[in-house]
């Protein structure tokens, strides 16, 4: 199965330090939707850098091909609720520390 990375920027770089009540919510639904990935056997790994300035996260994720993961990626709440803003990226992981290297 191919791998593959989206990162995320917010959309509203301000949400980091003052996130309204929506994108409290939409970030609570995408977080969950991350879990789930996870424990479907889907996600690999995510997070995200830990700034308020310039932060950033990354998803990686396994995929059959490109229209595969970017639907996951759209089904993900906080790009389909607008907040985050995504770029989908082919990916392998070279080295891991419990063995995902592919």
Do not use: K
């Amino acid at each position: 199965m191919a791998q593959w990375l989206y990162r995320i920027v917010p959309s509203r770089p301000e949400m980091v330090a003052d996130a309204t009540d929506d994108e409290q919510r939409i970030v609570a639904d995408h977080f969950a939707y991350l879990v789930d990935l996870r424990d479907r056997g889907i996600l690999i790994l995510a997070g995200r850098t830990q700034e308020d300035e310039g932060t950033f996260g990354v998803t990686i994720f396994e995929a059959d091909d490109e229209q595969a993961a970017r639907a996951v990626m759209a089904a993900d709440p906080g790009i389909s609720g607008g907040v985050f803003l995504a770029t989908l990226h082919p990916y392998r992981v070279a080295v891991a520390r419990d063995g995902l290297a592919g």
